[in-house]
């Protein structure tokens, strides 16, 4: 069983910086491609930025030029560099990774950020 377990998540200031990590139980070339997503509350989950195998990425507009999704292959872990946080960011944020037909979803970490 794939395992995704997301950590990083916490309180900060409106224009701060988190950094999100994704820890997978199996090496992260077996993925097509991993993601980041956020769901606040009564919203819908949307993905936030995704990165394939071969390293192409992909951003909502809303985080353009703030955050930045990276992995690390060695260690089997996907980052989320999330930098001049807004309000409007707060959300619970999900790791997803898709490997040929099957979905693999984090627990989820939340993220606050305070005006």
């Known amino acids: 069983q794939v395992q995704l377990v997301e950590s990083g998540g916490g309180l900060v200031q409106a224009g701060g910086s988190l950094r999100l990590s994704c820890a997978a139980s199996?090496?992260?070339?077996?993925?097509?491609?991993m993601a980041w997503y956020r769901q606040a509350p009564g919203m819908q989950r949307e993905l936030v930025a995704a990165?394939?195998?071969?390293?192409?990425?992909n951003y909502a507009e809303s985080v353009k030029g703030r955050f930045t999704i990276s992995r690390d292959n060695a260690k089997n872990t996907v980052y989320l560099q999330m930098n001049s946080l807004k309000p409007e960011d707060t959300a619970v944020y999900y790791c997803?990774?898709?490997?040929?037909?099957?979905?693999?979803w984090g627990q989820g970490t939340q993220v606050t950020v305070a005006s």
């Open positions: 997803r990774g898709i490997s040929f037909a099957s979905y693999y």
């Open positions: 990165i394939t195998s071969g390293g192409s990425t």
């Open positions: 199996r090496s992260i070339f077996s993925f097509n491609e």
